[in-house]
Nanobody
Framework: QVQLVESGGGLVQAGGSLGLSCAAS????????MVWFRRAPGTELEFVAA????????YYADSVKGRFTISRDNAKNTVYLQMNSLKPEDTAVYYC???????????????????WGQGTQVTVSS
């Protein structure tokens, strides 16, 4: 089993920045891809960004490209999401998830991911 714990959410004004962290523990050796999703009230889960555990590949949703940066620290088993130029429409619960090879799907689809964090609230005021 893998446990994912997010931190770093909060309230920020539009145009501001926040950084999220997701620390993985447990049987992390099978993790090959980690992702951030978000869910705003009354909406579906939305892909935000993904990063492979090995190599330099990362992916972003068009809505956050150029504003958000996903990164990782393999030694700490932690993935980060730096969010700049935040907009009110970025308000959501942000979830990190990890793919460990037991499922199939696309990196932007929730079906691929085996483990999920509990979520952290990000609120951007206008």
């Amino acid at each position: 089993q893998v446990q994912l714990v997010e931190s770093g959410g909060g309230l920020v004004q539009a145009g501001g920045s926040l950084g999220l962290s997701c620390a993985a523990s447990g049987r992390t050796f099978n993790i090959y891809l980690m992702v951030w999703f978000r869910r705003a009230p009354g909406t579906e889960l939305e892909f935000v960004a993904a990063i492979y555990w090995i190599g330099n590949r990362s992916y972003y949703a068009d809505s956050v490209k150029g504003r958000f940066t996903i990164s990782r620290d393999n030694a700490k088993n932690t993935v980060y999401l730096q969010m700049n130029s935040l907009k009110p429409e970025d308000t959501a619960v942000y979830y990190c998830a990890a793919a460990a090879g037991r499922r199939s799907g696309s990196y932007y689809g929730s079906n691929l991911y085996d483990y999920w964090g509990q979520g952290t609230q990000v609120t951007v005021s206008s």
